[in-house]
C-alpha cells in the first residue's frame, strides 16, 4: 500500500484535480481489491448499528471517515489511470452512494458531520475533468436527495463551504453538459426546488469571504445557462427568489453606508476606487451591485425583466430617492456621491436604463429627480461639486435620453434664435472663424514662458484631445433616434417614436450600449408632449375613447414648450455660474469649464451652433456663451489694470505654479490608472472575469474600468492625492498672507487664477470648434 501513503492525490482532497498519469507503482488490481475492502469495512458497520441495536460509537464514525477517505483517493487514481474503471463500476452495483445516504439519516447527533463527508465525496467526484462520467441517474439521484435535505438548514462553517464548494462544481460541469444539467433539473419531489442547485446557493449570496464570492460565481453561472435554456430561466425568475433578493439585499447594504463622508480636501468631488477600498461597507454595497450588473449582461430577457423591476421598486424608489432628498447638507453631499459612484460602475444597459428612467420620470414633492439635481447646482461648494461631476457623469453617458430631457427639448424648437437666423444651424465653419474668435476673448495677461513643455499651455495638445473626444462621441450618437439638427423636430406621435416603445418593451436597453434606440418616448413626463406614449413610464398606448383628449394634450404641452425664448433650466444654470466665476471656488470652476466643454463635444448641429457659433444671433433674453466670455474678459482686464505690474507677474506665477501642480497630479494618477488597467487587462478583446466566469465588455465605458473585485485590491493612494491637494491649498494661503501684495489678496489671487483658467478654457474651446469643423468636412466620420 506504499502506492497509496505516497499518493500526492491524498494531500489534494477537495481541489480540482485534473486527470493526471498516475503513479508509476499504480496497480488496477490492487486498487480494486483495497477499494473493495475498505467498502465491506464500512458495510459491516452498517449492519451492526442499522435499526438502532447496536448504538452508533465515535469510533464507528472515525472508522467510515477513514475508509470512505481511502475510497475516494482510490477512485481518483483510478479516474486519473484511464484504464478500466473497475472501482468506479463496483461503486454503482453495489449501491454504495445510496446505502451510505440512506444509513447517514439514522446517525442521529452524526448526521451533519456524514453530511460533510457525503458532499466531500461529490466534490471530489465532480471536480475530475471528465463530468460525463456522473451522467448517471444513480449518482445524480442519490446527490439530489443530499441536496434537497439540505434545503431550509442551518449548518456549521464547515458543510456551508463543502455544500457551496460542491454546489460551485456542478455549476461549473452544467455550463459544458447540458445532459447533466437536465438530471438535476428532474426533480420529481414536490415538496423541493425544482431546480435545488440554484434554491441552495440564494442564501450565500449576500455573504462576505471567499463562500460569498464562490457562490456569486456559481449563481452566475446558471445566470448565463439561463439565457440557453428556458427551463432555468423560467424557475430563477418565477420560482426563486433570487430578485427580491438581490433587491433587497442592495437596500440593505446601501442602509449600512455611512451617511456622511468628513473629507477636508477642498477639491473633492466624488469617490474613487481607493475611497471603496478604505470602506468595507461601501467595497460590500458594490459587489453587490457587481453581481446585480454581470447577471444582467449574462442572464435570460425573463430572468433580466423581474430584476431589473425589483431594483427598481425595491431600491431605487424606496431608499435611493429618499437618500437623494436629505436635508442635512453633508448627508446630501454624501448620497450624490454614491449615486455618481453607482452610475459609474454601471455597464449593463438594461441597469443603466432602470437608473436612467429613475431620475428623468420619478417624481419627488412635485419635482422629477434631474430637476433637483440642476436646482442643486446652485448649491454649496461641495454639494456643488459633487453635482457638478453626477451631471458630467450623465453627459459622458452618451445617452439621448438625458441630453434630450437636459438640453435638446428646450433647444428644438429654435426659439431662442431669431427666424432670419435658423437656417445658419448647420453651418460648418470651414474656415475656423469660431476658433479664432475664441482665442481673441483670451485676457490680456503677461504669461509664464516656463511651462512650454506641460500639457498646460499646448494647443496641438487640446487639439489632438478635442479629435479623440469627438470621434468617440459621435460614433455612440449615431444610434440615436434624432439628429437635432433644428430641422427635423421631435413631433409627438412620429413613427420613430412608436418603434422606440417597441424596441424598448423587448430590450429596455440605452443607445449608447447597443443598437436600439433610447426609448425616451416610453418613459417622458405625463404632459410634456414628447410622444404619444408619454404616460409617466407605461408602454401601453392610450385607449381610443381618450385619443382625442390626450392629442388636446399633446398640442398644448408643445406649445409650452416652444412658446418662450428658453435654453432650459440646465444650460441656463451652467451659464448663471459661469457669470459669476470670478467669485468662485478654483475648483468649481474647474469643474464647470470641464463640463460645459463635455457638452460642446456633442456633434449635434443644435448644441454646437449654441455654444460654439459666435456669429449666430441669439433672441435678446437669451445670452450666448461669447456674451458671457466676452464681459468676463472685460472684468478681468479693468481688474488687472489697476494692480501694479511687477506684483501682478508674480502673483500670475505663482498661480501657475499651483495649476501646474494640479496637472502632475491628475498626469500622475491617470498613469497609475492606466498602469493598472494594463495589467488586469485580459485582452484585446476587451474581456474581464467576475469570478471564473468571462463576460463580453463590448461597450465597456469610461469610469469604473476595472472589475471592482480588482479595483478593492488596489495601492492605497489617498496619501499622494491628499499630499497634492494640500500643497496647492498651502500655495493659495500663502499668497494671502503674503505681505508683499496690495490689499485684498484674495479678489487678486481668485481674478489671476479665473484669467489663466478662463486662457486655457478658450484654448479648449478653440481646439473644440476647429476640430468639429474638420471632422463635419472628413468623409466617413461625420457620416458614422
Known sequence: MSWLRNSPFRASLGKLIPLTSPSKEFDPTACFDSFRKHWQQINDIIRTTVGGNTPLKNDDVLAVFYNLDHMTTLLLLEFSSHSHLTCFEYLLGENILENLYSWSAQTGRFEAAFKCELLKLYEVLFSCSNSQLFVNKEICHTLLKLLNSCVDNCFSVDVEKRLVVLLSYLCINFLSNNDLLNLFLDNKDPNTPKFVVFSLLIPYVHREGTLGQQARDALLHCMKISKQNLQVAEFISI????????????????????????????????????????????????????????????????????????????????????????????????????????????????????????????????????????????????????????????????????????????????????????????????????????????????????????????????????????????????????????????????KASQVCVENETDHPSLPSADDVSSGYESFARLGEGISEYGSGGEFDSPSSESETSNDGKQSSAHQNLSSSPSIGPFLQALFNKLENMLAQNLFINLHLTGLISRLAIYSQPLLTSFLLDHSLIFQPSVRSLFQILSSLKQSIESKTSEWNPSQLNHIVSESETILIDRENKLVNLRKYALQIIANSSSGPEEKYSFGNLPIDRENKRKGFLLNLNNVFKRQNNNNYRSLQSARSEERIEEMKNNSRYPTNPDEIQNTIMCALILSEWLKELAAISQEHAVFRQTPGLSDS
Open 239 to 494: 420560482h426563486s427568489n433570487i430578485c427580491p433578493v438581490l433587491a433587497t439585499g442592495l437596500s440593505g447594504l446601501y442602509s449600512r453606508l455611512p451617511r456622511s463622508l468628513e473629507i477636508e480636501a477642498q477639491d473633492w468631488h466624488r469617490l474613487t476606487p481607493d475611497d471603496i477600498n478604505d470602506l468595507p461597507e461601501l467595497a460590500t454595497f458594490m459587489n453587490s451591485l457587481e453581481f446585480c450588473n454581470a447577471s444582467i449582461e449574462v442572464a435570460h430577457p425573463l430572468v433580466v425583466s423581474s430584476l431589473l423591476e425589483y431594483i427598481y421598486q425595491g431600491f431605487l424608489v424606496p431608499v435611493m430617492g429618499p437618500a437623494l432628498l436629505q436635508s442635512a447638507i453633508n448627508e446630501l453631499t454624501t448620497a450624490t456621491a454614491y449615486f455618481d459612484m453607482i452610475i459609474r460602475s454601471l455597464t449593463a444597459p438594461g441597469l443603466l436604463y432602470c437608473f436612467i428612467k429613475f431620475i428623468l420620470v420619478e417624481v419627488y414633492d412635485g419635482q422629477c429627480i434631474i430637476d433637483i439635481f440642476i436646482e442643486r447646482i446652485n448649491g454649496n461648494q461641495k454639494l456643488c461639486l459633487v453635482t457638478l461631476a453626477l451631471m458630467e457623469t450623465l453627459i459622458g453617458l452618451n445617452c439621448e435620453d438625458v441630453m434630450l430631457e437636459l438640453v435638446f427639448k428646450h433647444l428644438m424648437s429654435c426659439n431662442h434664435v431669431i427666424a432670419s437666423q435658423r437656417s445658419k444651424i448647420n453651418y460648418s465653419d470651414p474656415y475656423s472663424k469660431n476658433a479664432e474668435t475664441f482665442l481673441q476673448l483670451i485676457p490680456n495677461i503677461q504669461r509664464s514662458k516656463s511651462y512650454e513643455d506641460s500639457m498646460y499651455g499646448d494647443y496641438h495638445a487640446y487639439l489632438m484631445e478635442a479629435r479623440s473626444k469627438i470621434e468617440v462621441c459621435a460614433l455612440a450618437t449615431s444610434v440615436w433616434v434624432y439628429n437635432y439638427n433644428g430641422e427635423n423636430t421631435v413631433y409627438p406621435g412620429g
